[in-house]
């Protein structure tokens, strides 16, 4: 390890699922061997006076002559000017950069991002600094704040803390359960690998400092009137329990630190630290703009699957009488209204998925959904083709941004299952990324569940002949035809091959978490009734309340 990079030490990857203590025995923590390493490369000199140590500061120079001051200040100014030329790269090879800053409280976080963007064209990157809540008072899933906050192609953002300090301070806090904390962990890992995998380029830093030199800065900042705001009650714990923290800290650096290695920088030496930063992330780029746009190989990560009917073998006869469907709808809407109140009072997020054929009926089903529920507690989300700005983002941002929160529905009108579907189809995406879409978007609604949503996702099927029906129904009635485009032509003409996808499709993603409903939508009325009663049923189960007779 090196004194310019003291890298996080690679380890076999642990079993996120097993407990910590399970774990190889390992010669002490990566911070204390970095804080080791420090040590052992400065040999021990005798001590001097003040007035020595002052007389000879300037006078220890390099090989050419300069003083160390001066060579550490042409380094850091060398590496600025190298991350000026780099940003019209960044910008034209269109690479995404994530820097994340964590460390401890005082340990200067602020000051390093400061360090690092005081050259950079402001145009180019973003500073984020989320507002850690208690667990309480959350209302979206852990992840939802930094992944809302990833940066377009082309620009930088830089976390000022970030999933590392949420997730050990609420593990510490028992916020959180053991278990908790290690899911978290391993939506960090997910996280982190599908960034990479879309193309981001993530540089993970964290600023180390001594208990010893935390007290002595929290104590100038308490005793400034214009810095003390700064020192909070959370901050004064964790130096209390800092020996506590440092385990912790390790823990975690150790089980996300893998694939995307941590880099352990002293806080202690403000310029040495800032250079070393500088270096990290110039050297980064550098790496992204030789090798270009890195895109992820598939892979199979192991999930609960149900077994499901490829779509030819659907019975879509079932149907009901005009009669009946309007008794059952009374009822099952009444129903649904009741429990939009027990689910915002219990505070559980309801994600409604919609696929279906062109002109199946998944409009007309979504409104009788959202008919008894109280306005002000859901959104219907219409999902058309990505705007710029998302396509300049991994494809899972968009769905990020349009959560609800907990206690609220989210309806989607078509959802991310477009990367498998039509991005596929249509070449909109590369091989690999719609193959290594079905373990991500598997990720992404584990993480939606562990957060305590429910997750229904319907397919809304019909047959050929009646889809040719409909849609000339559709061209025939003047106010209808908007519905139709010269698009959902196309789109029929490749049924054989969307129905391949789909069945994929269906096959690898409907989990006992976030399961699959082939709804068969030949009889409209038919499909409407039995949506609204998985939903009820699911609901049911959420909110541990059995439906009511009558």
Not at 476 to 489: A, I
């Amino acid at each position: 390890m090196s004194k310019d990079d003291r890298k996080i030490k690679e380890k076999e990857s642990p079993d996120l699922t097993a407990d910590s203590g399970a774990q190889e025995e390992t010669a002490g923590t990566v911070l204390e061997a970095a804080a080791a390493e420090t040590k052992a490369e400065k040999p021990e000199k005798k001590k001097k006076s003040d007035k020595d140590r002052k007389a000879g500061k300037n006078k220890k120079s390099d090989r050419s002559g300069k003083s160390e001051d001066e060579a550490l200040k042409a380094e850091i100014k060398a590496l600025r000017e190298r991350l000026i030329a780099q940003q019209q790269l960044v910008r034209d090879q269109k690479l995404p950069v994530i820097v994340l800053v964590e460390g401890w409280a005082a340990a200067g976080k602020g000051s390093l991002i400061n360090e690092l963007i005081c050259e950079i064209d402001p145009r180019f990157y973003n500073v984020f600094s989320p507002v850690l809540k208690p667990e309480s008072e959350e209302r979206y899933p852990f992840l939802y704040e930094y992944a809302k906050a990833i940066p377009e192609n082309g620009k930088i953002m830089f976390y000022d803390s970030g999933w590392m300090e949420a997730a050990v301070r609420k593990y510490l806090r028992r916020e959180i359960t053991k278990k908790t904390y290690k899911d978290r962990i391993r939506a960090v890992n997910e996280f982190e690998r599908q960034l990479r995998d879309g193309g981001y380029l993530v540089l993970k830093i964290f600023l180390d400092i001594g208990r010893k030199e935390q007290e002595k800065r929290l104590s100038a900042l308490k005793e400034n009137f214009e810095t003390e705001w700064r020192v909070t009650e959370d901050d004064l714990w964790q130096h209390r329990e800092y020996k506590l923290f440092r385990e912790t800290c390790e823990d975690f650096m150790e089980k996300t630190g893998k694939l995307l290695p941590w880099h352990v920088l002293n806080g202690e030496k403000k310029r040495e630290a800032t250079r070393d930063a500088l270096k990290l992330m110039a050297d980064l780029i550098d790496e992204g703009l030789e090798k270009g746009r890195y895109v992820g190989k598939p892979f199979k990560e192991s999930f609960p699957l149900l077994k499901m009917p490829k779509l030819s073998e659907v019975d879509l006869s079932p149907s009901l009488t005009d009669e009946e469907y309007r008794k059952e709808l009374k009822k099952l809407q009444k129903r649904l209204g009741e429990l939009h109140n027990t689910v915002y009072r219990k505070r559980i997020p309801v994600i409604l998925c919609y696929e279906g054929w062109d002109a199946a009926g998944k409009g007309g089903n979504i409104r009788r959904i959202a008919r008894p529920l109280d306005p002000r507690g859901f959104d219907v989300m219409p999902i058309a083709s990505p705007e710029p700005h998302e396509l300049n983002r991994q494809y899972l941002w968009r769905f990020w941004t349009r959560l609800p929160r907990s206690g609220h529905f989210c309806i989607f009108d078509r959802t991310w299952y477009g990367r498998v579907m039509v991005e596929r189809l249509e070449g909109f995406c590369t091989e690999d990324d719609w193959k290594r879409a079905y373990n991500e978007i598997n990720e992404f609604e584990r993480q939606l569940t562990d957060w305590g949503a429910v997750v229904l996702k319907f397919w809304i099927h019909i047959d050929q002949d009646t889809q040719l029906q409909r849609f000339n129904d559709r061209q025939n009635t003047p106010e209808k035809q908007w519905k139709l485009t010269d698009e959902d032509w196309r789109n029929r003409e490749k049924w054989p091959q969307y129905e391949e996808a789909i069945d994929e499709m269906i096959e690898k993603t409907s989990t006992e978490n976030a399961p699959w409903f082939v709804i068969e939508s030949n009889d409209k009325k038919y499909a409407r009734i039995k949506t609204l009663r998985l939903t009820i049923a699911a609901l049911e189960k959420a909110v541990s309340r059995p439906l009511a007779e009558g």
